[in-house]
């Protein structure tokens, strides 16, 4: 995970990002700012309240007058409680519905991302970011940014409030407030750092189960449950104490802050206290400036506690918007035009090179040519690393090439949209995905608006409907649960199912019949049969028996054609093929 080296954004202009998020809520922002301000107004007016019942009630010894007051301090209460409702629900609100949208618009950004992108943005650190650093700004527009506003209105307030109750006692005050910002400013520091290295601590608690824990069977099979026991012990414990040492200079800053407020306020009582001894000032005046100090004190704490979150929250938001403004680099073409209807299903590879980016030195495909006919099946064979996946990746414009063109009837595939590209074609892959849901629901996924009775239809051909009784609830057994106790064999007629629903004009099959016992992969190779009649197929292979009656067969190597004709023909011309011919039919017949 990319949290233990979080970069702390100081600039909190980043921030500004999420008034794009905030503006189509002003209607619930206006609404919660009155309510700010109105119950900040009220707090503040609770010292006057105070005031009057210590004069008007307890000096002047009138019932009537602390009836009064009493009654008064409850109406402010009343409205207090009233302001803060809609203050916290709206702004709490506020807060939630911004992290939902942007975690929306993170999601459907990435989702459309071309996948190398993933390569170097890993999908458990973007999984983090949509998770953690929307949850980050979710509290700090939700909570942070009003408390802090609401604490610097009370700071002003109190501040002239105090200047309005008792001026020589204010410069008191004002005179020892560095004692008491420096500790905060000086222990906050050290405790927000211990407080980020707390929360990377935690992330990488985390990532230690989730990738234990996703592995299971092979950590089971290992028997490596206690090394990974004792691995976790430290990392747990290497969190603890962290956060030991965190809560440490919390608690000291807590216990000092406490001892200096309180030095400070009794000695503003005591030269208070004279005055009103000496009836220079009431009792009343003295409760209230009291009030207004504590409050003012109060306030200047919970401000710096707050700047550090929106300072993490800054951080947050850079590292969300730069996923929001990263580029896809597969994209649609400007004035798309459309294939051929009907489209035949040709397929024409001219003069085409790839490099992945990532190893720019090496053509994983080079000056390739070739031509796939129409509704024929063509195998394509060769040693591993040879480019055979590479093409299906290049087909269904995973990556573009660096030179040279795939054509389907005679239209270079940049040309029509994506959307259109894909949907002429079906992928088998080599281990079928199976997502969490339903047998129905994942049978749909080659062709959503399919009706029920299609989706039989595909699982009687691709012969899903053969185990369907031993699945305990049916089409309605839960495959994301289930998925692990499925056969592989099952778990790939599936997946053909799907392709047949989906219908397509060219089927791009990863052959995977290799992993399967002979009963699996004759019930497999039946679904395939079906499943490629009429219509162009590309076949990785990797067992040559399966592929033998194939239309053509190519032999790629080093990202080129070496050879191509029929089995006969190539066992003929062909030495890699007649070597791997040869390997593979020894070792079946031993
Ligand atoms: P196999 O039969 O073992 O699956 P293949 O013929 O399908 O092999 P490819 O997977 O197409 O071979 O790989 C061709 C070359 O490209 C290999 O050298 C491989 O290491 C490299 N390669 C594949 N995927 C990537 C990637 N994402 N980034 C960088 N290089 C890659």
């Known amino acids: 995970m990319r949290d233990s080296n979080r970069p702390k954004s100081k600039n909190l202009n980043v921030l500004k990002n999420t008034f794009r998020y905030l503006a189509p809520y002003r209607l619930q922002i206006f609404v919660s700012s009155i309510a700010l301000l109105f119950t900040a107004g009220v ?38 409680a009233c302001g803060t409702y809609l203050r916290h629900y709206l702004v709490s609100w506020i807060g939630e519905r911004v992290s939902s949208d942007i975690r929306y618009d993170v999601f459907a950004h990435v989702i459309e991302m071309h996948p190398s992108f993933f390569e170097s943005n890993s999908p458990g650190e973007i999984q983090s970011r949509i998770v953690t650093d929307t949850t980050l700004l979710q509290s700090v527009i939700g909570s942070s940014a009003s408390i802090a506003l609401r604490n610097i209105l009370m700071f002003i307030g109190g501040i002239i409030f105090l200047f309005i109750t008792n001026v020589k006692l204010t410069v008191i005050v004002l005179l020892s407030v560095p004692f008491i ?10 405790v ?3 407080s980020r290295d ?24 290992f028997f490596h449950q206690e090394i990974d026991k004792h691995k976790f012990k430290i990392t747990v414990e290497d969190a603890f104490a962290v956060s030991i040492s965190r809560i440490k200079q919390r608690s000291l800053l807590i216990a000092t802050v406490i001892l200096l407020i309180l030095v400070g306020i009794s000695f503003m009582l005591w030269v208070g206290g004279m005055d009103v001894l000496n009836g220079k000032i009431t009792g009343g005046e003295l409760i209230a400036f009291a009030f207004y100090a504590i409050m003012v004190a109060s306030s200047l704490g919970a401000i710096s506690e707050v700047l ?16 929001l403004e990263s580029k896809s680099n597969i994209l649609d073409p400007e004035d798309p035009i459309s294939f051929p209807f009907p489209t035949s299903g040709q397929i024409q590879f001219e ?14 495909i080079d000056q390739f040519n070739l031509m796939i006919p129409a509704n024929k099946t063509t195998a394509l064979v060769g040693p591993s690393g040879g480019g055979k996946s590479t093409l299906f990746e290049l087909i269904l414009r995973f990556y573009d090439p660096s030179i040279g063109k795939i054509k389907i009837d005679e239209t270079d595939i940049r040309s029509v949209t994506l959307k259109q590209l894909r949907s002429l074609i079906g992928f088998v892959p080599q281990q079928p995905v199976l997502f969490s849901g339903t047998l129905r629901e994942n049978i749909l996924f080659g062709n959503p608006s399919a009706s029920f009775e299609e989706v039989k239809i595909a699982a009687e051909q691709a012969y899903v409907t053969e185990f369907l009784s031993q699945l305990t609830d049916g089409w309605d057994t839960d495959l994301g649960h289930l998925g692990a106790r499925l056969s592989g064999g099952q778990k790939q007629r599936i997946a053909i199912a799907r392709a047949i629903l989906r219908n397509p004009k060219i089927l791009l099959l990863d052959e995977a ?35 033998v009656r194939s239309d053509q ?17 190539l066992l003929k011309n062909s030495d890699l093929y007649a070597r791997l011919a040869s390997l593979q039919f020894q070792t079946e017949e031993l």
């Open 181 to 190: 910002v420096f500790p905060i400013l000086y222990y906050g520091r050290r």
């Open 513 to 547: 019949t290799s992993a399967l016992d002979s009963e699996s992969e004759r019930m497999v190779q039946k679904a395939l049969d079906e499943l490629m009649k009429d219509r162009t197929t590309l076949i990785i292979a990797h067992r040559l028996a399966t592929i």
């Open 43 to 80: 707090t503040l007016s609770l010292g006057q309240g105070l005031r009057h019942l210590v004069d008007a009630g307890f000096t002047a010894r009138s019932e009537k007058e602390l009836a009064v007051s009493l009654v008064a301090i409850i109406f402010i209460g009343i409205l207090l």
């Open 198 to 221: 707390t929360q990377d601590k935690i992330a990488s608690v985390g990532s230690f189960v989730s990738e234990s824990l996703f592995n299971i069977k092979i950590v089971q099979s």
């Open 308 to 323: 550090g979150d929106l300072q993490r929250a800054a951080g947050a938001t850079e590292r969300l918007m730069e996923l």
């Open 192 to 194: 927000r750092n211990l």
């Open 351 to 364: 003069n085409l090179s790839f490099h992945y980016p990532s190893r720019p030195d090496r053509n994983a």
């Open 553 to 569: 067969i190519i032999v790629i190597n080093q990202g080129r054609v070496d050879s191509q004709g029929t089995h006969e023909e």
